[in-house]
């Protein structure tokens, strides 16, 4: 009965910056690990950032650090991804995915949205 929601998708130019939100249903939300992860055309599914269920840990694929932050707002019961400086190559769906554990940079996540398109183009 854990159901996440992304939002806040869209298309931005090079350079833009987008914050993607994740609300997510239950009440079990704060003892989540929290992550994000995006499939391009093609490609295959690949992590992009993760954090605790306190905040306190976060980690980021080496391609989106410096850029990306992600963070959460357990009181309501959200995680965001703030995207800064966005490039062609960061065109994605988007997906929030959540797990009762430690924030894993792979893709053993317990429940996920239904992701979220980022395009970023000219």
């Known amino acids: 009965q854990v159901r996440l929601a992304e939002s806040g998708g869209g298309l931005v130019q090079p350079g833009g910056s987008l914050r993607l939100s994740c609300a997510a249903s239950g009440r079990t939300f704060n003892n989540f690990a929290m992550g994000w992860f995006r499939q391009a055309p093609g490609k295959e599914r690949e992590f992009v950032a993760a954090i605790s269920w306190s905040g306190g840990t976060t980690r980021y694929a080496d391609s989106v650090k410096g850029r990306f932050t992600i963070s959460r707002d357990n009181a309501k019961t959200t995680v965001f991804l703030q995207m800064n400086s966005l490039k062609p190559e960061d065109t994605a769906v988007y997906y929030c995915?959540?797990?009762?554990?430690?924030?894993?940079?792979?893709?053993?996540?317990?429940?996920w949205g239904q992701g979220t398109q980022i395009t970023v183009s000219s």
């Open positions: 995915a959540g797990r009762g554990g430690m924030p894993l940079v792979t893709g053993n996540y317990e429940y």
